[in-house]
């Protein structure tokens, strides 16, 4: 569950945080801040790749979650 909302937090809502909130008034422009990050150097293509990756952890949660909590056949 910790790892769900970390997820949510650090994949959806990237263009949020102190390091990237600046570029959100230019997101599909390049932005020196974000030449490091995956899917850079424009806010659009960071924010889409880490909101993937976050995505396909999710289902990856998601699925074991349910392995693990499966009901009981009676």
Known sequence: MVLALYLVT?????????????????????????DGAWGGPTLAGAWLVHALIALGL?????????ALYRPADR
């Open 58 to 66: 999710q289902a990856v949660c998601y699925a074991i979650v349910r």
């Open 10 to 34: 650090r994949g959806w809502l990237y263009p949020f945080w102190p390091d990237t909130i600046g570029a959100i008034g230019h997101p599909f422009t390049a932005d020196p801040g974000l």
